[in-house]
């Protein structure tokens, strides 16, 4: 039996989350210039000046590898990952679809219980699957950016320009655009990577980088339904924002059972726990939360 705790909703209007982009991040940037001086400076000949060199190389190679793998790190910049924490809502997020199959069904099942989600669509699978964005928006769900065709390699430096990311995440947007009439406000990196053309790319066009509090690792191999659901309910907190997936594989052709086999379960019990679910903009501005949208049963 899984404990699930919910602190009351007291609190009617959180402060903004942007105050919790703390000073220690700014700290660290200046670390990582200062020792990047120092790599430049340092004279390389005499054996203090190589140690300065190489600790300063290897604290370095540290913060990067920080700041780009570790989905929430806003060394590059800020990360919404969490609401507030005196409120006892979550977000519900799905990445990798629209799915002609499984998000329909995911669908099918948020109607029923009567709660909102967001879902971060790859632009390419949006156009493909039109009505399935349409009816998300239609039942009071968000859509989100979650780039153009979900590329692998996207953290690397070299392959992507400035450029090339901006032209990517646009052709995004301006697909969710043109198939809901909504601009989006959120952004998503494929497993949560960022880099610092990535986050530029997407001040340019103001979106706002999202991240995730609670992952199941739903889309990693071949992962129950059972594990998923006590991922979730095991590491969900208030203000929390859940990742899940409405499809498994870039080319969408897999369908995501197990998360939807899961997805009643954790709903179901997150509600019973005293959780309210809300999309990630209302997590945001929690000001939004209660605005209805046309045609939504929920
Ligand atoms: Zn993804």
């Not at 609190?11 to 903004?16: F, Y």
């Not at 399935?132 to 989100?144: P, S």
């Not at 959780?275 to 209302?282: E, G, N, P």
Request: proline letters at 6%; one cysteine or more; hydrophobic letters at 45%.
């Amino acid at each position: 039996m899984i404990a699930v705790t919910a602190r009351s909703d007291e609190i009617m209007i959180a402060p903004s989350p942007r105050l919790g982009f703390s000073l220690w991040i700014r700290i660290l940037r200046v670390i990582m210039v200062t020792v990047f001086f120092l790599m430049l400076f340092v004279p390389q000949t005499r054996p203090i000046s190589s140690m300065v060199f190489w600790l300063s190389l290897s604290l370095n190679v540290i913060l990067m590898c920080w700041g780009m793998f570790l989905p929430n790190s806003q060394l590059f910049g800020f990360v919404f990952h969490k609401g507030d924490p005196d409120r006892s809502t979550v977000a519900l997020t799905f990445d990798d679809g629209p799915h002609p199959d499984s998000t329909v069904r995911i669908l099918d099942i948020l109607q029923s219980q009567q709660i909102r989600a967001t879902f971060f669509v790859v632009g390419q699978k949006a156009e493909l699957h039109p009505a399935v964005v349409q009816r998300m928006v239609f039942e009071g769900h968000e859509v989100e950016n979650h780039t153009w065709n979900h590329p692998a390699t996207l953290a690397v430096f070299p392959l992507y320009t400035l450029k090339r990311i901006v032209h990517d995440l646009d052709r995004c947007n301006k697909m969710i655009r043109a198939l809901t009439e909504r601009e989006p406000l959120f952004v998503r990196f494929p497993a949560g990577i960022k880099n610092l053309p990535l986050m530029t790319a997407a001040k340019r066009l103001n979106l706002v980088v999202a991240g995730f509090s609670v992952r199941a690792y739903d889309s990693a191999g071949r992962v129950s339904a059972e594990r998923i659901r006590t991922r979730v309910l095991e590491r969900v907190f208030p203000g929390a924002i859940i990742v899940l997936h409405d499809s498994y594989t870039r080319t969408g052709r897999q369908a995501s059972t197990p998360t939807i086999e899961a997805l009643p379960g954790i709903i179901t019990c997150l509600k019973e726990a005293g959780y309210h679910f809300v999309t990630l903009k209302a997590l945001y501005n929690p000001v939004s939360e209660g605005q209805s949208l046309p045609g939504s049963g929920v």
